[in-house]
């Protein structure tokens, strides 16, 4: 077991469970770093190597089947983990190639067989023999299509890719696509929120504010948990496009005293939390809603420092427009979707969605969208939001949902600009595209491609 350094040994632990056990390494790897006691430093290193070999590993993939002359699918998928993780070091960071290749041998024989380890040795020596331009211009060489090619360079499947290039064409945008993707592939800045009445941007002096939402705080450098205002959840880890969906629904319009507001899908509670302090704030309730158990105790956990006029429950959020025709005044839809938005904090999720993922999402979308018009209250409002970009999961719902509750016969439903109030709420220009919806990009805000729409029952 010697000779393998502990960052590199989390890295390695962390992506076979992503690879074989389903897991999810943006909340595996903070365990495994403190259950392996690692630096600050080797910390950096171990969520560097994890993140960066997960979101290339489509490379990665192309870079080794060529070395070893044959497709990874007939390669052994615990060496293949190793082989990922080696080429991350050779081809994207400063590792000394002597360190990487010697410690992945190790690696190799700690998870496989003496075999393993002679072949291991033999496609790592390969590669370190060309340099990363090399290697890129042969991959390229080898791609069949525009759109493999593009896969290949940026290391997504060719359906995400075909789904970011809709959504940008639809904002005029379709020659941003290199840009999207290239952003997807780099670490996000860790933006964290103060909420409103708890904590202020200013509480952190040492800390810069955020770039669009009034109530970000750039995280400083270290880890954002051991912040006592962090450990009293009333500054949060939460993405600044998220933020800016939470705030354009309380702020579209001044908060009146009483006002009941509904977050049908809260967990783990991020906007809830958000939303529960400009509630308070302006004297009006929040019902959180979640159905699944594990995730309303974590949605339980981010209300803790806002426990005045929030309640938390578990529920079906399909079944509240019947159980509760006309109840709140301002809901949040943030629907269940892709996460295709967050491919940057969510690093194997591009590998792991599926397009049948989307029809699936969709039913459940479009069943939530009406479940909510029928909740919403005679002149309330209705914020739809997906953390993904994808127009199936985003207008089409809005707009296919908006249709069917007119023939339906329901109430006259006003779409209003998402764009102009969100620009009211930023703190600098947004640059939206056209309204009535609002859609964030990761490279063009550096926020989660956050999609936001806005409708008002009429009174
Ligand atoms: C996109 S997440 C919400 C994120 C949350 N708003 C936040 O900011 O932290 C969607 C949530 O919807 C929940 N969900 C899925 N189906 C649901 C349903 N039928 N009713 C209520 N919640 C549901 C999922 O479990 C998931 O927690």
Known sequence: ????????????????????????????????????????????????????????????????????????????????????LASHQLLATRVAAHAAVDESVSQAREVGSRSGTGFV??????????????????????????????AAEYSHPEWVIRAFRGALAVEGRADELDALLAADNEPPRVSLVALPGLADPSDLPSADPGRFSPVAITAPSGDPASLPLVAESKVRVQDEGSQLAALALSRVAPI???????DMCAGPGGKAALLAAEAAAGGATLVANELVPARVGLVQKALTAV????????????????????????????????GLGALRRRPEARWRKQPRDVAQLTGLQAT???????????????????????????RAIVESGLKRWARDGG??????????????????????????????????HGTDAMFISLLRKRP
């Open 256 to 262: 009146r005293a009483g006002e009941r507001w509904l």
């Open 121 to 150: 040795n033999g496609v790592l020596r390969t590669i370190s023999r060309s340099t990363p331009d090399e290697w890129r211009a042969r991959v390229l060489d080898g791609t069949t299509s525009a759109d493999d090619r593009l």
């Open 307 to 338: 426990a005045d006029g929030v309640t938390v429950r578990q529920g079906d959020a399909t079944l509240i427009g019947a159980s509760e025709p006309e109840a709140y005044d301002r809901i949040l839809l943030d629907a269940p979707c892709t």
């Open 368 to 394: 939530l969208f009406a479940a909510a018009l029928e909740a919403l209250a005679p002149g309330g409002t209705l914020a739809y939001v997906t953390c993904s970009p994808h127009t199936a999961e985003t």
């Open 411 to 444: 109430a006259d439903i006003d779409v209003l600009d998402a764009p102009s109030t969100l620009e009211a709420i930023s703190t600098a220009p947004l640059d939206l595209g056209p309204g009535p919806f609002a859609q964030l990009w990761p490279h063009r």
């Open 1 to 84: 077991m010697s000779g393998v350094q502990p960052a590199r040994r989390v890295a390695l632990d962390v992506l076979r469970a992503v690879e074989h056990d389903d897991a999810y390494a943006n909340l595996l790897l903070p365990q495994r770093i403190v259950r392996a006691r690692l630096s600050p430093q080797d910390a950096g290193l171990a969520t560097e190597l994890t993140y960066g070999t997960l979101r290339l590993s489509g490379y990665y993939d192309r870079v080794i089947a060529l070395a070893a002359r044959r497709p990874v699918t007939q390669i052994d998928p615990a060496l293949l983990d190793v082989l990922r």
